[in-house]
C-alpha cells in the first residue's frame, strides 16, 4: 500500500515536471513553424486577425503569443539573454529597446528587405554600420486633444503657441475641471515633456552627451511643471496615458498633449462619456523657438539572429509589414509608417482629417526622437523623470531645479561611459 | 530468492530522486544563480559579456539611496501591515468564535478578498483612490473632510498602500487564528470558571497565551509575504510616485527588468533573501520559546 502511494506521488511529480523540459522536443515537424511574439496594439490585433490568411497561403503554421509592452521587452530580453529563444519575428520598440537589442546582436540583419516605401529617418533609427534590423510599422507624434465645447463656453481660440496654451489652460481650469493635463509620472512623461523641450530650443542628448540641464530644456521642464502643476488633475505626478485617459473621457479634463495613437479611443462611444463632436484634435502649439513636436516610430518588427527557421520567419515579415496589410492598419486608424498607405486614396477618404493635418505637420517640421536614444534608456527616463516631478510638485518654481538636473545630466552621462556610448 | 536488481537496492535513493531533483532544479539552483550574478557585472546595455567582478556590485548597490530608501520601505510596509493583520485578524477571530446568525455568510464574505488575484485588486483599488474620479475621495467630500492624494501623493502612498494590504489579508489570519481556537483545549476554561475569573482574565491570561504559538505562526507567513511584495504595489504605483513606494523586491525588477543591470538587481535580491532568512529564523525561535 505505502509504496503505492509513493508511486502516485513519483507519477504526480513527473507529471508535474515534465512540461518543464517539453520544450525542445516537439520540434522539426515535417510543416514549417514559426513563433511570433507580437504587442497588445492595435495593429497587433489587426495582425491575430489575418494571420489564418497567411497560413492557408502559405503553409507555415504561426504560434503566435501577444503581450503588453513592457512584458513583451522583459520576454524577449530574458529569452535572448538566456540563449533559448525559440521566437523568429517579433514586434519591437526602436527607441526603447533598438540600441541593446543591435548591440547585443539579437536582430537579424534586414539587407534583403526593400525599405524604399518608408521615410529614410524611419529605418534610419534601426540602422548600424549600414545594416538594417528594424521595418518601422507604426508611427506616431505628439498632438492635443481639446474639449470643443469648453473652448466655445469660454469664447476661446485653440491655442497656437506656449503663451496661448498656459492662458487657455489657466482659463479652462474650473468647475472640477483640469485646465491641461500631460503625463507626470517620471519616465512615462519623458516622452511627452520632449515635445516641449524641442520647442523652447533643447534636447535631451547632444552629440551623444546629455544636455537636458541647458537653460533652454530647463524652461521647457519649468513650463511643463507650471501647467501640470497649476491646471493638471489631482495626482499627475503618478499619471501616465492610463491614468489620464479615464478622466479625459470623465468629461474631467479641458486639453491633453499625448501621442496621436489615442485619438480613437477617446471618441469611441463605448468609452468615453463625452460626443465625439465635442473632441477636438490639433498639432501641438509651437514653443518660443521651434515648431518641431516628436514624431517616432513607435513599433517595428523584426527577425531573431537565433531563428532556425528564417526563411519562414522572412515570409512572415514581409507580408506583416506589407503595404495591403499598412492600408488595413489606416483603415482602422492605425497610423502607419508606409509613405505610400498615407496616399492611398482609400484611406484618406475615411482618415480623419484631424489626424491626417497633424501628421503632415509633424512629418515635416517633428524630431524623430521622444526619448534619450540610448541603451539605458529606462534608467535614464528615470532620472529624468526626477526632476519633471520636482518641477511639477513645485508649480516650476523650483530653485534647485538646475542643479538637480546637472546632478541628473552627469548620472546620465554616465551611463552613456559605462555603455560605451558617450560623446557617439 | 527474488534476485535483487539495481532498481530494487537503491530504492530508498530513486523513489525521493524526482522530488530532489525538483527541489535543486527549481529552488536550489535559481537562489545559487542569484548569488552567483551578485558577484558579476553582468548589464545587457552594455553588450559586453559578464565578469566576474568580486563584491563591486555590492559597494555600487550600497551607495545608491533608492536602494537604501527601499529597504527602509521593506520594513514599514511589512511592520505597518502585519502588526495591524494581527490585531485585527485576532479580534475577528475572537468574535467569530462565538455562535450568531449568518456566521456562515460572514465567513465566506471574509474569504473573498483571499481568493481575489493581487493584479485585479490593484486596479480596483486604484479606481477607489484616483483623486478625481475616484469614490474614496467623493465620500470624503460629501463627509465635508479634506480629500487625499492617496496613491497619487508620495506623502500617503504607503500607508494607501498598507491599507490594501490589511484589507486582503487580515483573514488569512482570522482563518488560523480560528483554527487554532477551534484546537483549544476547553479544561482550562471550566477551572477558570469554578475560580470565578471574568471574562476578560479568560481572555487575557487563558485564551491568548494558548493562542500564541497560531498567531506566530499566522505572523511570520504573513511577514515573509509582506517582505517580499511586489504585485500589488507594482500593480498600483509602480514604485512612484517617483521612487515613493518602491521597495526591494519592485526595485530589483526595475533594476533588472527596465534598467537589465542583472549584477546589481541579485545583489538587492540576495540581501532580500538574507532578511527573509534571518526574520524566519528569528520568528521561529521565539515560537518555540513560547510553546515550552
Avoid at chain 1, 527616463?381 to 526632476?387: P, S
Avoid at chain 2, 460629501?142 to 500617503?156: I, R
Wanted: one cysteine or more; proline letters at 5%.
Amino acid at each position: 500500500m505505502k509504496t503505492r502511494n509513493v508511486l502516485v506521488v513519483m507519477a504526480l511529480v513527473f507529471c508535474l515536471a515534465f512540461p518543464l523540459f517539453a520544450q525542445g522536443t516537439a520540434e522539426t515537424a515535417q510543416k514549417q513553424e514559426i513563433r511570433v511574439l507580437l504587442a497588445n496594439h492595435p495593429y497587433g490585433e489587426l495582425l491575430k486577425t489575418k494571420i489564418p490568411e497567411f497560413e492557408a497561403k502559405t503553409g507555415i503554421k504561426v504560434n503566435y503569443e501577444s503581450l503588453q509592452e513592457s512584458q513583451l521587452t522583459n520576454k524577449l530580453t530574458t529569452e535572448f539573454a538566456t540563449k533559448s529563444s525559440t521566437v523568429d519575428v517579433f514586434m519591437t520598440r526602436p527607441l526603447q529597446e533598438g540600441l541593446m537589442f543591435i548591440k547585443n546582436g539579437w536582430y537579424e540583419g534586414l539587407d534583403s528587405y526593400n525599405f524604399a516605401d518608408y521615410p529614410a529617418n524611419s529605418v534610419d533609427i534601426g540602422r548600424k554600420d549600414g545594416t538594417a534590423y528594424i521595418v518601422p510599422l507604426v508611427t506616431e507624434w505628439q498632438v492635443l486633444y481639446y474639449r470643443k465645447d469648453l473652448f466655445k463656453q469660454a469664447g476661446l481660440s485653440v491655442p497656437t503657441n506656449f503663451t496661448e496654451l498656459e492662458a487657455a489652460a489657466k482659463a479652462l481650469n474650473k468647475d472640477g475641471v483640469a485646465g491641461f493635463a500631460s503625463r507626470g509620472k517620471g519616465a512615462a512623461a519623458v516622452t511627452q515633456l520632449s515635445s516641449y523641450v524641442y520647442n523652447f530650443g533643447g534636447r535631451y542628448l547632444d552629440g551623444g552627451k546629455a544636455v537636458f540641464d541647458s537653460p533652454e530644456a530647463l524652461e521647457a521642464i519649468r513650463y511643463y511643471g507650471r501647467l501640470l502643476g497649476n491646471y493638471g488633475p489631482q495626482g499627475v505626478t503618478s499619471m501616465s496615458w492610463e491614468n489620464i485617459m479615464p478622466v479625459f473621457q470623465a468629461g474631467k479634463v479641458a486639453m491633453w498633449t499625448d501621442a496621436s495613437v489615442f485619438y480613437g479611443q477617446i471618441v469611441d462611444p463605448t468609452k468615453t462619456q463625452i460626443p465625439a463632436a465635442d473632441i477636438g484634435i490639433a498639432q501641438l502649439p509651437r514653443g518660443p523657438k521651434d515648431d518641431s513636436p516628436f514624431i517616432v516610430v513607435s513599433w517595428g518588427m523584426a527577425m531573431s539572429s537565433a531563428s532556425k527557421n528564417k526563411d519562414a520567419a522572412k515570409q512572415f515579415l514581409d507580408w506583416a509589414t506589407s503595404k495591403e496589410l499598412a492600408i488595413q492598419g489606416m483603415l482602422s486608424n492605425i497610423t502607419m509608417a508606409r509613405d505610400s498607405a498615407w496616399a492611398d486614396a482609400e484611406v484618406r477618404k475615411v482618415m480623419n482629417p484631424g489626424l491626417v493635418e497633424t501628421q503632415a505637420h509633424a512629418a515635416k517640421n517633428g524630431y524623430p526622437y521622444d526619448r534619450p536614444f540610448m541603451s539605458s534608456v529606462g534608467q535614464a527616463r528615470d532620472l529624468i523623470g526626477e526632476v519633471i516631478i520636482e518641477s511639477i510638485n513645485t508649480k516650476g518654481t523650483s530653485t534647485k531645479l538646475a542643479s538637480l538636473a546637472q546632478e541628473k545630466v552627469k548620472a546620465v552621462n554616465e551611463l552613456l561611459k559605462a555603455d560605451g556610448e558617450y560623446g557617439l | 530468492m527474488v534476485r535483487q536488481g539495481f532498481f530494487e537496492k537503491n530504492l530508498r535513493y530513486i523513489f525521493p530522486l524526482p522530488a530532489v531533483l525538483f527541489v535543486v532544479v527549481l529552488m536550489v539552483f535559481p537562489v545559487a544563480y542569484t548569488f552567483f550574478l551578485s558577484f558579476t557585472d553582468w548589464t545587457l546595455t552594455s553588450g559586453r559579456p559578464l565578469s566576474v567582478v568580486g563584491l563591486n556590485s555590492y559597494l555600487q548597490v550600497l551607495k545608491e539611496p533608492r536602494f537604501l530608501e527601499a529597504l527602509g520601505r521593506t520594513f514599514y510596509f511589512t511592520f505597518g501591515s502585519v502588526i495591524v493583520e494581527m490585531l485585527l485578524g485576532t479580534a475577528l477571530a475572537l468574535i467569530l468564535n462565538r455562535s450568531f446568525k449568518g456566521k456562515g455568510v460572514v465567513k465566506t464574505l471574509l474569504l473573498l478578498p483571499l481568493v481575489a488575484t493581487p493584479v485585479a485588486i490593484g486596479i480596483v483599488w486604484n479606481l477607489f483612490y484616483d483623486p478625481t474620479i475616484g469614490i474614496l475621495n467623493y465620500v470624503l467630500s460629501v463627509l465635508k473632510l479634506p480629500q487625499s492624494g492617496w496613491v497619487s501623493d508620495a506623502k500617503t502612498v504607503m500607508p494607501s498602500l498598507i491599507i490594501v494590504d490589511i484589507w486582503q489579508w487580515t483573514p488569512m489570519i482570522t482563518i488560523i487564528v480560528l483554527a487554532g481556537l477551534a484546537g483549544l483545549s476547553s479544561e482550562p476554561y471550566e477551572s477558570a470558571m469554578v475560580d470565578g475569573a471574568n471574562s476578560r482574565q479568560v481572555l487575557f491570561r487563558i485564551t491568548l497565551p494558548m493562542l500564541m504559538p497560531t498567531i506566530l505562526t499566522a505572523v511570520i507567513l504573513r511577514a515573509i509575504d509582506a517582505l517580499k511584495t511586489y504585485d500589488i504595489i507594482y500593480s498600483m504605483t509602480g514604485g512612484g510616485p517617483g521612487y515613493a513606494s518602491e521597495n526591494l523586491n519592485v526595485l530589483a525588477f526595475k533594476y533588472s527588468f527596465e534598467y537589465f543591470r542583472m549584477g546589481q538587481s541579485a545583489v538587492m535580491l540576495v540581501f532580500l533573501f538574507i532578511i527573509v532568512l534571518l526574520f524566519s529564523l528569528l520568528v521561529m525561535r521565539l515560537r518555540r520559546a513560547f510553546e515550552l
